[in-house]
């Protein structure tokens, strides 16, 4: 969104009036009151039209900054309150949009503030113009020759503290886009009598003081300087200093714009020599020295400081000296050679000086002029800005205030010409009848000074040229003679009768009645000064030198050149130069800041109103404000007056459709303003009279109270409408939502409560429900047990039944077969009694039959056995039937009692997790490997010892199945390779290393290999062992190698060599017992039976590496063979027998020092030592 564009005028806020020319009455008082009142409120610019009255605020004003710049910039002219950024934008835009070259003429009396003034257009310009690393290092050049200048051609004065004592004027040249191209600087008329002598309260050029404080010890060394300003004449001692400024800074500040404006160092360097010879020439003294002639000589006092001078600035010391002390004259190409006396050495070596530094001066000037040119031959646009010295009236005003004053007086010349020519300029543009305007033209006072025939320097050049003697007596004469009837010329020998009387008036004196004041010149010195002489010889001695730059700087004093035309004087080189200026200055466009100084004390907030007032007479700015206003006071283009008042008219406001012409006319004539008070021009209105224009603003300002109130209530009703419509919505809003919340709060109630009835009602329901099917259940339930008690009852009293039934069945079956055996018996009686009887017959008979009388009681006896047997089947019968009854009775009526079924259910469910965890755990079973322990979590806790017990199960069944795999010989391997670990695990430290490997037995192949084939022949038995072993001999505990063999009986020694002899053969019943060392050795002791013949040479003391086989394999056939353990000692210091001695055996652990192999040593007949290295 654009920013919105808010129109303004100077004229709002005013203080007092922004523009003089609307000031009104116009006097001088009123001028004066309202700059007063304006400087009182920091308004320090003040227009008189398009001319800037700047009064030096004499303190830093918040009013230059980035902001400032960026308000002022593209702003019409009188839009904004008065500012010298509105002035510099003015003329930037005109230069750049309308391709008229500008000059912005600063002028005011010293200390007004000029050069601030033109420091801060410059800074305005380059801040608002083209930008670009090159333009920037244009517009840095341009702004830091400043601060070059100021230190070589500035000086603290009574007035200012950083005096320019020279004129300037700089051309700043843009391309057509107005960017800066590059400048040229002029100069005028620099103070050179500052170089010798100072006035009282002053100090010399800053410069001096910057070098003495500012330079390094080595670069003083160089220029043979000191930093005490008190060892030089030239420096006056009483104000060196200037408050708040610190001269070593400023030292840098120059060197460094030195450098940006592109100084060589070598060329710094030799303008920082002149500048220390100058300070040294003042210290130059003179002595006179009596000659015969009678006339005085002057001689340099002090050598030192010449011969100094002379080397700083190469030149050759006699020839200066000489310099000093003679003048030659050249007349009609003789040489006439006059010596000076002391006062003229003086003079010539002041001269000298003053010369020197002034053409360092412009050589500087030059100089910078070459860095800042422009590099294009294009046509440039240029904006010219002259900051020369003000108007000066002092107690004793000489020469230069005479020259000076004359520029001024040229300069308000211009000024008046190109006011009046705008002004006559803007009335013909806009087609308005033209009035004669009246005011003071100084004309008549230039022609006075400037008069080639007969004007002051004229005068002045015409005396310095004539022969004779010319004094500034003769010169006031001639004055006095030529110029006594000018109006504008006083002086005391004037014939105007009219000043006889005035005393203020001394003899040596004239006075100019210049257009800003009377100025009254003493004519002292005028004739020197106009003539700036500089003796031959001196010039001539400094082209000598060899110091290119001091050689460069006095190209008269070139003997080949010589010129006997007198150079031309200072006067006429003055007016030569301002006629160039003014030429220069008419071809451009004028702007003018005129600058006031508002106290003589250099004071912030100071106002004197009588100082004040007299520069404001001397600039001329109450002429200025009258020829402004002679015609018309005020003037403002259609549109911008139209914009401003339109809110005076009901036609125009607020929008006025037409040409801004027609509203204006419609405008003025509806406020019934008097024809005669304004015209109207092309683009602009022109008010005759300020008191229109401030009538104007009156009812302007009413009228926009008018209107600000209008706004207000408007914007009011508004405000209060809105914020009205605002509440209503936002209420209706908030019921809304309240409403919704009070709905929604009372709807959750009710469904809260309706559900808690639902629930209630429910709940009674299903409670009711319940309690029905609760009574069904106990109705059933009932039923059942009734069913279950009444099958009971029925089953008991069926089974009692069958009991009964049973019982009765038994019962009579027991008293069938009581019965039957009664009968039985009973017949048996008969039986018995028939015979009995039968017998008695049989007896009887036999007694009469004989044999066959037996037959009867055979056939009875087994008669009776055979019922007998009947009896008891029958019974058994009975017995079976009756259990076989009971249980199948208790089986039909089992199904009826409950007390079975809980152990079912409990039964059937252990059996069901029984059976998952059989499944889970056949899943998650683990490998066969014996060695794995892995087994599957429990997962019940009442399965815990069965879980265990079916993992040994397991682990026994893995170990079976793992056994179940081995052949017979592995196993014996096995076995072998257990007991070995029975009898030396964790025992021996050799056994570790042995359970890896397999116990091979033979490992000779006896069988096999040809070699022992004798030895093979000579054992009988089968070889479970055999292998060569290191036996020790008893004697020395050395070491021979033996065959060690074993069979089921007995081990054998063989000899090693021929392997064919046994020498030793132990059956193993004579073995005790077997001793070895707990360590990783393989000696190994074999203790024999005493008595036996085995042991008459003692017990055996052997070396193996497999100890633990052999052991191993003694061990397992000695109990084969004698069902008895061996006895193994396994213990580091045992006794062995040999032959009648009881030997120690001792092991003892050594370093791996003494060997990888265990030795051994017999020390005495006691000990044995075995050394066993250390694992
Ligand atoms: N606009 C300003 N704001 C603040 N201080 C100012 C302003 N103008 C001038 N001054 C102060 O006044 C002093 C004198 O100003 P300046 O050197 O411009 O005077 P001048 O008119 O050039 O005098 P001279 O003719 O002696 O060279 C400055 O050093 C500065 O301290
Ligand atoms: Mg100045």
């Not at 257009?515 to 010195?525: C, F, Q, S, T």
């Not at 259910?905 to 252990?910: E, R």
């Amino acid at each position: 969104m654009s920013k919105m564009e808010v129109k303004t005028s100077l004229l709002d806020n005013m203080i007092g009036v922004g523009d003089m020319v609307l000031l009104e009455p116009l006097a001088e008082e009123s001028f004066i009151k309202n700059l007063r009142k304006r400087f009182d409120h920091n308004e320090i610019y003040t227009y008189i039209g398009s001319v800037v009255i700047s009064i030096n605020p004499y303190r830093a004003l918040p009013i230059y900054t980035p902001d400032k710049v960026e308000e002022y910039r593209n702003r019409n002219f009188y839009e904004l309150s008065p500012h010298i950024y509105a002035l510099a934008d003015e003329a930037y835009r005109s230069l750049r949009d309308q391709d008229k070259d500008q000059c912005i003429l600063i002028t005011g009396e010293s200390g007004a503030g000029k050069t601030e003034a033109s420091k801060l257009v410059m800074s305005y310009v380059a801040a608002v113009c083209g930008k670009g690393a090159e333009v920037n290092q244009v517009k840095e050049q341009l702004l830091q020759s400043n601060p070059v200048l100021e230190a070589f051609g500035n000086a603290k004065t009574v007035r200012n503290d950083n005096s320019s004592r020279f004129g300037k004027y700089m051309d700043v040249e843009f391309d057509f886009k107005g960017d800066p191209l590059g400048g040229v600087i002029s100069n005028y008329l620099l103070e050179k009598s500052r170089v010798v002598k100072q006035p009282r309260g002053e100090r010399n050029f800053h410069i001096f003081y910057q070098l003495l404080s500012g330079a390094s010890e080595d670069m003083l060394k160089k220029l043979k300087l000191e930093r005490d300003f008190s060892k030089y004449n030239y420096l006056s001692l009483d104000s060196a200093t200037v408050t708040g400024v610190d001269d070593a800074v400023c030292f840098r500040t120059v060197k460094n714009a030195m450098q940006i404006v592109g100084f060589m160092d070598n060329e710094t360097q030799s303008v920082l020599e002149l500048v220390g010879a100058v300070l040294k020439l003042g210290n130059i003294e003179f002595k006179p020295e009596s000659r015969v002639n009678e006339v005085d000589e002057s001689r340099v006092k002090d050598k030192n400081e010449l011969k100094e001078i002379c080397e700083l600035l190469g030149i050759e010391q006699s020839v200066l000296e000489r310099a000093f002390s003679f003048r030659t004259v050249e007349a009609k190409q003789e040489k006439v050679s006059t010596t000076l006396n002391v006062a003229q050495a003086y003079y010539a070596r002041d001269a000298l000086a003053k010369n020197l530094y002034s053409r360092l001066f412009t050589w500087l000037v030059n100089r910078i002029n070459e860095s800042i040119k422009a590099q294009t031959k294009k046509r440039k646009k240029v904006m010219g800005v002259l900051d020369i010295y003000g108007f000066e009236i002092f107690e004793e005003n000489s020469f230069e205030q005479f020259i000076i004053n004359y520029c001024n007086e040229k300069l308000q010349q211009i000024f008046i010409e190109l006011t009046l020519k705008e002004e006559q300029e803007e009335y013909i543009r806009e087609d308005i009848e033209w009035t004669h305007i009246e005011y003071f033209n100084n004309s008549v006072i230039c022609d006075l000074i400037e008069n080639n025939t007969n004007g002051i320097m004229a005068m002045l050049d015409e005396e310095c040229l004539r022969p004779g003697t010319v004094t500034d007596s003769t010169f006031l004469e001639k004055l006095n003679q030529i110029c006594a009837d000018h109006q504008h010329f006083e002086s005391r020998m004037s014939k105007s009768s009219k000043f006889l009387n005035d005393h203020s008036l001394p003899h040596n004196c004239f006075r100019i009645q210049h257009y800003a004041g009377k100025v009254l010149y003493h004519v002292d010195g005028f004739v020197d000064k106009n003539n700036d002489l500089l003796y031959r010889d001196l010039s001539q001695a400094m082209w000598k030198a060899n110091h290119s730059l001091i050689k460069s700087l006095f190209p008269d004093g070139n003997p080949a050149k010589i010129n006997l035309k007198r150079p031309p004087t200072a006067g006429s080189q003055f007016k030569a130069s301002v006629a160039t200026l003014m030429k220069n200055l008419q071809t451009k466009n004028p702007n003018y800041i005129r600058c006031i100084k508002p106290n003589d004390q250099k004071a912030s907030h100071i106002f004197t109103d009588s100082l004040v007032c007299h520069q404001v007479r001397y600039l001329g700015l109450m002429e200025n404000v009258r020829v402004r206003r002679a015609g018309y006071a005020f003037r403002q283009p259609y549109d911008a007056c139209l914009e401003r008042y339109k809110m005076l008219c009901k036609q125009t406001w607020p929008h006025w459709r037409g040409q801004a012409r027609d509203g204006v006319e419609v405008l003025l004539k509806d406020l019934q303003i008097p024809e005669d008070e304004y015209s109207y021009g092309r683009s602009k209105i022109f008010i005759r009279n300020p008191r229109t224009l401030f009538s104007l603003e009156e009812q302007r300002k009413r009228r926009l109270h008018g209107l600000a109130t209008l706004i207000q209530k408007i914007y009011r009703g508004w405000k209060t409408r809105t914020h009205f419509l605002l509440m209503k919505s936002s209420q209706v809003t908030v019921a809304a939502w309240y409403r919704r919340y009070a709905q929604q709060t009372k709807y959750k109630k009710t469904k809260s409560s309706a559900i808690m009835v639902q629930s209630f009602i429910r709940g009674w329901k299903a409670r009711k429900i319940l309690r029905d099917l609760k009574y069904q259940k106990r109705c059933k339930e009932a039923v059942t047990t009734i069913g279950a008690y009444w099958h009971g009852t029925q089953a008991r009293r069926e089974l009692r039944r069958l009991k009964e039934e049973a019982r009765n069945r038994r019962a009579v079956t027991v008293i069938w077969a009581s019965w039957q055996g009664t009968k039985a018996h009973t017949e048996l009686g008969r039986l018995k009694e028939e015979a009995r009887n039968k017998t008695l017959v049989y007896i009887t008979w036999g007694w009469y039959g004989g044999e066959s009388g037996s037959l009867p009681s055979f056939q009875a006896r087994r008669e009776l056995k055979r019922l007998k047997e009947e009896a008891r089947c029958k019974h058994a019968v009975a017995v079976i039937w009756a259990y076989w009854l009971g249980l199948k009775v208790r089986r039909e009526y089992r199904k009826f009692f409950r007390a079975h079924a809980g152990k079912r259910i409990y039964a059937f469910t252990i059996q069901r997790i029984m059976q998952k965890y059989f499944l889970e755990l056949k899943n998650k079973m683990p490998s066969m490997s014996p060695c794995d322990k892995t087994w599957p979590a429990r997962p019940y806790l009442f399965l815990d010892s069965t879980h265990r017990e079916l993992r040994r199960i397991f682990h026994l069944w893995t170990c079976k199945k793992y056994r179940g795999q081995f052949t017979d010989q592995k196993k014996a391997i096995y076995e072998e390779k257990l007991e070995a670990s029975e009898i030396f695990k964790d025992k021996k430290a050799l056994y570790p290393s042995s359970v890896s490997q397999p116990f091979q037995g033979d490992y000779l192949e006896i069988n096999k290999n040809p070699r022992y084939q004798k030895l093979n022949s000579l054992v009988e038995e089968k070889i479970i062992f055999a292998d060569i072993v290191n036996k020790i001999n008893r004697a020395n505990g050395k070491g021979a190698q033996r065959i060690f063999l074993l069979t089921k009986s007995k081990f054998m020694l063989a000899d090693q060599k021929s392997g064919q002899q046994i020498k030793s053969s132990v059956p193993l019943a004579e073995l005790t017992s077997v001793s070895m060392s707990t360590q990783s050795d393989g000696f190994f002791a074999l203790r024999v039976k005493e008595g036996t013949t085995a042991a008459a040479k003692g017990d055996f003391l052997l070396n193996s590496e497999r100890i633990i086989e052999i052991i191993t394999k003694l061990h397992r056939a000695g109990l084969d063979l004698t069902k008895e353990k061996i006895q193994i000692e396994i213990t580091d210091e045992f006794l062995v027998q040999f032959k009648q001695d009881k030997v120690c055996v001792k092991f003892i652990q050594n370093g791996p020092k003494n060997g990888t192999m265990a030795s051994c040593k017999r020390k005495n007949n006691r000990l044995l030592e075995v050394t066993v290295p250390s694992p």
